[in-house]
C-alpha cells in the first residue's frame, strides 16, 4: 500500500518536508532567543527611562560622543537615558515635525532648540499640537516656549534617519516643517552648532506659560517591546506543527487513492474494446446489414464500397 513512498520522487518529498520542519523549528528558537534578549534590554531601558534625570552632556561622553560626532555615528546605548539640559529656547529656530499623530489625532511635533551656555544647542521636541496645514512662522502661536533660562528634563533619542519610503525635505533653504527629527538638517538653518542627538521633553523648568493652555501635549515614548518576536517564535512553531501532522495525513491519503485506482482521473479510464452491432433478421423481405455487406431477398450479396 505504501510502496510508492520509496520511489526517488517521493524520497525528495520527504527530505524537503524534513528540511523544511527543521526550518521551521530552528527559526522558531531564533525568534525565541531575541525575544528574551529584547525582553531583558526593554526591562532594562524601562528602569533607565524612569531614573534620575543626568546631564545630557555627560551621557554623551560616556558614551564617546562629542558635538563633531556625525547623527548617524552616534551609538544605540545613549538612547532612552533621562537627561538633562539647560540653556534658552531659541523660537526662531523652531520647526514643527509634521505627520505625528497622538490620539487618533493628526498633528506635529513642536521641535525648538535649546541653546546651552557653550553656545551648543540641543533639538528638543516640546511637544505635540494638532494639525495646522499651513503653518506660521515661528514661534507658533498657542505653544510660545517660556523665556530665560530653562532646565529641560527628558529622553535621549537618535537622530531619525530617512528610509526606504517616507516623506523627504528639501536639502536646501530655510523650512519651517520637517519629514523627520533630523538633527543634521535643522543645523543647517540655524546658528548655533548641535548635539548629534535630540531630547523628548517630559518636564522643564519654568513650566509652560499658562496662555498656551497646556499646548503643546507633552508626548509618551513607547519603549522597544519583544512582542513581535514572541509572535514569530509562535508562528514559526505552528507551521512546523502543521507539517509534521499533515504530511502523514497527506501521505495516507495519497496512498487510499491508489488502492481504489481513483488518484487521477486517467485511472478511471476503462479501456474500450470494440464492438460490433447487429441489426436483427427480420422477414424474407428485410435488409440484412453486416459487416460483410447488403445481403438482398434474393440472397445476392452487395459488398459495400
Do not use: C
Not at 514643527?96 to 533639538?123: C, H, M, Y
Not at 543647517?188 to 521633553?201: C, K, S
Not at 452491432?277 to 447488403?294: K, S
Amino acid at each position: 500500500m505504501y510502496d510508492f513512498l520509496r520511489r526517488p520522487a517521493w524520497i525528495v518529498s520527504h527530505v524537503l518536508v524534513l528540511l523544511g520542519v527543521v526550518a521551521m523549528i530552528g527559526l522558531g528558537f531564533w525568534q525565541h532567543q531575541r525575544w528574551v534578549d529584547r525582553s531583558v534590554k526593554s526591562d532594562a531601558l524601562a528602569v533607565q527611562a524612569a531614573g534620575t534625570p543626568v546631564p545630557l552632556r555627560e551621557v554623551l561622553t560616556r558614551a564617546g560622543v562629542t558635538a563633531a560626532t556625525a547623527p548617524s555615528a552616534v551609538p544605540d546605548s545613549v538612547e532612552f537615558h533621562r537627561v538633562s539640559v539647560t540653556g534658552t529656547y531659541d523660537p526662531a529656530g523652531e520647526v514643527l515635525v509634521r505627520n505625528r499623530s497622538q490620539g487618533g489625532a493628526p498633528g506635529a511635533w513642536v521641535l525648538t532648540p535649546l541653546v546651552q551656555a557653550d553656545g551648543t544647542a540641543v533639538a528638543v521636541v516640546r511637544g505635540w499640537v494638532p494639525l495646522d496645514i499651513d503653518p506660521p512662522a515661528p514661534p507658533f502661536p498657542g505653544s510660545e516656549p517660556p523665556a530665560g533660562t530653562v532646565t529641560v528634563t527628558g529622553l535621549v533619542q537618535l537622530s531619525q534617519q530617512q528610509g526606504t519610503f517616507g516623506g523627504t525635505d528639501p536639502s536646501t533653504g530655510t523650512l519651517r516643517t520637517l519629514a523627520r527629527v533630523d538633527v543634521k538638517r535643522l543645523d543647517q538653518q540655524v546658528e548655533a552648532p548641535f548635539e548629534p542627538v535630540y531630547v523628548v521633553l517630559d518636564s522643564q523648568t519654568p513650566p509652560q506659560p499658562a496662555s498656551t493652555r497646556g499646548m503643546p501635549e507633552a508626548i509618551t515614548l513607547e519603549l522597544p517591546t519583544p512582542e513581535t518576536n514572541f509572535s514569530y517564535m509562535i508562528q514559526w512553531w505552528i507551521f512546523a506543527t502543521i507539517a509534521v501532522v499533515g504530511y502523514p495525513l497527506v501521505l495516507r491519503r495519497v496512498a487510499r487513492n491508489r488502492m481504489s485506482n481513483d488518484q487521477t482521473p486517467l485511472d478511471d479510464v476503462d479501456e474500450v474494446s470494440p464492438r460490433t452491432e447487429q441489426v436483427p433478421v427480420g422477414g424474407p423481405d428485410e435488409v440484412q446489414v453486416g459487416a460483410a455487406g447488403v445481403v438482398d431477398d434474393a440472397g445476392v450479396s452487395n459488398d459495400a464500397d
